[in-house]
């Protein structure tokens, strides 16, 4: 996922704002995500969030989470969107065994999949060195906007920068066969993880499963390039960071359908003159009429990629 | 869900002239009625917009000025916003300001040949009513508006080019295009290098492109805007010609910032 956009709300405006929704909070609820985690594998677990935007209603819990229960110990496949969330976490796995933490891996900077760090070991947080360089760059931003978009889910989230470095290479830990494929497109480094016991693939953000792809940090020839290595995987299921879990290819499939027809669609309209406000107005194809948040999520991507597709156009 | 269109039956749709499909853009204030003399926007700050900008003169609020940007900027920095005051029939000026930025005005035009739109960006500081404003021979000012919610922050913080130093090499160069429209006119685009600082960011100074004209190769003005410092960095502009203003030819694009440095270049079709 991605944030809408990354401002620095001042703390005076931030607490403000959250006093603003005292009155939501007294009759809200106690925030508890309900995390369930589900069994996909032999001792691989996915936790899936709901496909739609970040909101106070789902405080942040629309990103999908794993884990997988190794000999000696538990991987940690992303933390979630809040320190609530890595906390609820940590009480899930308990439920399903007493084994340590061994590795908790970011597979991205993007703040759902981070923000949850600081419920875990602090030896056990990894990522790669690109994604440990923009969690220490863009954290903090990130992190603002987290509190605008849910409220007070956020309370007492702050940003930990994992210190462990994950590079590309099949390994074994806590007695697990794994596998870091780091790839690239939808940020600047997407780690896809290979549970080769099981074969199983969480594939990061790189996959949406019927939830529409975020673009603030994409590259999407790189993402596209991604995807066809994604889909030469022969693995039984793979994890999305967005969406169910899947035992085919399709949301592989849907996933670059959706990013061939965006970057067409930005470049013939940068080609034909368009102004953005024009751009902005474009229908979504009924082929991607079941992918949540299309409509929103095009229009995001508009004001991200059509900067760069319009000045390509007037230099020709 | 919306139905599907051919992006090129879409493009030439815009290009000659219909307006886009309104599901995914708002496009003026929801009115019933196509004119009305209470603020539609509703806005606490109308009453101040109207002394600042119109005195004593009458003002109403007419659907004809239409004014089209997204219902959330995405990118404080940038929001796109097309103004488009040819359904007024005789409109030639245009005002455009923001009631909330801290800088109100963002620009106005003078469509002497071109027709009276324009497409460009701008930084909002937070959610605004956008409005464009036209004065009519009658002595009536007619306004259109749109509220844009924007998390905030695009006045007050400094261009990334005021951080970079390539700009400077490349200050006021001009990239542009001119495309053919199917109504026989044509349409230009243009975006010139400039840092369009506010003055609003601790130290750094105002700095900002004051004047721009697009002329024929003849010299005829077609269009003449002057901008203020919500104009987003590195300006982009959409400028539409009726085929009696199209000359098929190169176009001149002059101007100066407020430093006194000219702006001086050829779009070329
Ligand atoms: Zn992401």
Same mark, same amino acid.
């Given at each position: 996922?991605?944030?809408?956009?990354?401002?620095?709300?001042?703390?005076?405006?931030?607490?403000?704002?959250?006093?603003?929704?005292?009155?939501?909070?007294?009759?809200?609820?106690?925030?508890?995500?309900?995390?369930?985690?589900?069994?996909?594998?032999?001792?691989?677990?996915?936790?899936?969030?709901?496909?739609?935007?970040?909101?106070?209603?789902?405080?942040?819990?629309?990103?999908?989470?794993?884990?997988?229960?190794?000999?000696?110990?538990?991987?940690?496949?992303?933390?979630?969107?809040?320190?609530?969330?890595?906390?609820?976490?940590?009480?899930?796995?308990?439920?399903?065994?007493?084994?340590?933490?061994?590795?908790?891996?970011?597979?991205?900077?993007?703040?759902?999949?981070?923000?949850?760090?600081?419920?875990?070991?602090?030896?056990?947080?990894?990522?790669?060195?690109?994604?440990?360089?923009?969690?220490?760059?863009?954290?903090?931003?990130?992190?603002?906007?987290?509190?605008?978009?849910?409220?007070?889910?956020?309370?007492?989230?702050?940003?930990?920068?994992?210190?462990?470095?994950?590079?590309?290479?099949?390994?074994?830990?806590?007695?697990?066969?794994?596998?870091?494929?780091?790839?690239?497109?939808?940020?600047?480094?997407?780690?896809?993880?290979?549970?080769?016991?099981?074969?199983?693939?969480?594939?990061?953000?790189?996959?949406?499963?019927?939830?529409?792809?975020?673009?603030?940090?994409?590259?999407?020839?790189?993402?596209?390039?991604?995807?066809?290595?994604?889909?030469?995987?022969?693995?039984?299921?793979?994890?999305?960071?967005?969406?169910?879990?899947?035992?085919?290819?399709?949301?592989?499939?849907?996933?670059?359908?959706?990013?061939?027809?965006?970057?067409?669609?930005?470049?013939?309209?940068?080609?034909?003159?368009?102004?953005?406000?024009?751009?902005?107005?474009?229908?979504?194809?009924?082929?991607?009429?079941?992918?949540?948040?299309?409509?929103?999520?095009?229009?995001?991507?508009?004001?991200?990629?059509?900067?760069?597709?319009?000045?390509?156009?007037?230099?020709? | 869900?919306?139905?599907?269109?051919?992006?090129?039956?879409?493009?030439?749709?815009?290009?000659?002239?219909?307006?886009?499909?309104?599901?995914?853009?708002?496009?003026?204030?929801?009115?019933?009625?196509?004119?009305?003399?209470?603020?539609?926007?509703?806005?606490?700050?109308?009453?101040?917009?109207?002394?600042?900008?119109?005195?004593?003169?009458?003002?109403?609020?007419?659907?004809?000025?239409?004014?089209?940007?997204?219902?959330?900027?995405?990118?404080?920095?940038?929001?796109?916003?097309?103004?488009?005051?040819?359904?007024?029939?005789?409109?030639?000026?245009?005002?455009?300001?923001?009631?909330?930025?801290?800088?109100?005005?963002?620009?106005?035009?003078?469509?002497?040949?071109?027709? &009276? !739109?324009?497409?460009?960006? %701008?930084?909002?500081?937070?959610? *605004?009513?956008? =409005?464009?404003? $036209?004065? +009519?021979? /009658?002595?009536?000012?007619?306004?259109?508006?749109?509220?844009?919610?924007?998390?905030?922050?695009?006045?007050?913080?400094?261009?990334?080019?005021?951080?970079?130093?390539?700009?400077?090499?490349?200050?006021?160069?001009?990239?542009?295009?001119?495309?053919?429209?199917?109504?026989?006119?044509?349409?230009?685009?243009?975006?010139?290098?400039?840092?369009?600082?506010?003055?609003?960011?601790?130290?750094?100074?105002?700095?900002?492109?004051?004047?721009?004209?697009?002329?024929?190769?003849?010299?005829?003005?077609?269009?003449?805007?002057?901008?203020?410092?919500?104009?987003?960095?590195? &300006? !982009?502009?959409?400028?539409? %010609?009726?085929?009696?203003?199209? *000359?098929?030819? =190169?176009?001149? $694009?002059? +101007?100066? /910032?407020?430093?006194?440095?000219?702006?001086?270049?050829?779009?070329?079709?």
């Amino acid at each position: 996922m991605g944030d809408t956009m990354i401002t620095s709300v001042p703390r005076a405006l931030l607490t403000l704002l959250l006093s603003a929704l005292a009155p939501l909070l007294a009759q809200a609820n106690d925030f508890d995500y309900r995390l369930a985690p589900r069994m996909i594998a032999n001792d691989v677990y996915a936790l899936i969030g709901t496909t739609e935007d970040f909101s106070f209603a789902n405080g942040g819990n629309i990103v999908n989470s794993g884990f997988i229960v190794g000999p000696s110990g538990v991987i940690v496949i992303d933390t979630g969107s809040s320190r609530r969330y890595g906390e609820q976490l940590l009480a899930a796995i308990a439920t399903i065994t007493d084994k340590p933490i061994a590795l908790t891996i970011n597979t991205h900077h993007h703040p759902d999949h981070f923000l949850g760090n600081q419920a875990f070991p602090p030896d056990t947080l990894a990522a790669t060195p690109e994604t440990i360089h923009g969690i220490r760059t863009e954290g903090e931003g990130f992190s603002a906007n987290m509190y605008r978009l849910n409220g007070d889910w956020m309370l007492g989230s702050e940003v930990v920068v994992p210190a462990k470095t994950l590079a590309a290479g099949r390994i074994r830990v806590a007695g697990r066969d794994l596998e870091f494929l780091p790839l690239a497109g939808h940020t600047a480094s997407d780690l896809v993880v290979i549970d080769h016991d099981s074969g199983t693939v969480f594939a990061a953000d790189l996959i949406f499963n019927r939830r529409a792809p975020t673009t603030p940090h994409a590259d999407i020839p790189r993402w596209l390039a991604a995807l066809d290595t994604l889909e030469a995987i022969p693995a039984k299921r793979w994890v999305p960071g967005h969406g169910e879990v899947s035992e085919d290819t399709a949301p592989i499939r849907h996933t670059r359908a959706y990013l061939e027809w965006l970057a067409d669609t930005i470049t013939r309209g940068a080609e034909a003159g368009l102004d953005m406000t024009e751009m902005l107005a474009m229908p979504i194809p009924e082929a991607f009429a079941d992918m949540n948040l299309a409509a929103s999520e095009f229009r995001r991507s508009v004001t991200h990629l059509y900067p760069a597709a319009e000045q390509a156009a007037l230099k020709r | 869900m919306i139905r599907h269109a051919t992006l090129a039956a879409l493009s030439l749709a815009l290009l000659a002239g219909s307006s886009a499909g309104a599901a995914n853009l708002q496009t003026t204030a929801g009115v019933q009625t196509i004119q009305s003399v209470s603020d539609p926007l509703d806005s606490p700050r109308w009453e101040d917009m109207r002394k600042m900008f119109f005195g004593d003169a009458p003002v109403i609020f007419d659907e004809r000025v239409r004014v089209s940007a997204p219902r959330i900027a995405e990118d404080s920095m940038n929001v796109p916003v097309t103004v488009d005051a040819s359904a007024l029939g005789d409109a030639r000026s245009v005002l455009v300001f923001a009631d909330f930025n801290p800088i109100i005005k963002v620009l106005e035009f003078q469509a002497t040949h071109a027709r &009276p !739109s324009l497409g460009f960006r %701008l930084k909002l500081q937070q959610s *605004s009513p956008v =409005r464009a404003a $036209v004065l +009519g021979s /009658d002595g009536i000012w007619r306004v259109g508006g749109a509220w844009i919610t924007a998390t905030g922050g695009g006045c007050t913080l400094p261009s990334t080019g005021s951080s970079s130093p390539e700009w400077q090499e490349r200050l006021n160069e001009v990239n542009g295009r001119i495309w053919s429209r199917v109504d026989g006119g044509e349409r230009v685009r243009m975006r010139i290098i400039h840092p369009m600082d506010t003055g609003l960011a601790a130290g750094i100074p105002v700095f900002h492109i004051e004047d721009l004209a697009l002329a024929d190769s003849a010299g005829r003005k077609l269009i003449e805007i002057q901008t203020f410092e919500p104009v987003s960095e590195n &300006p !982009s502009f959409t400028i539409d %010609l009726p085929p009696e203003a199209t *000359s098929g030819g =190169r176009l001149h $694009v002059s +101007g100066r /910032d407020n430093n006194g440095n000219r702006i001086d270049a050829w779009v070329t079709p």
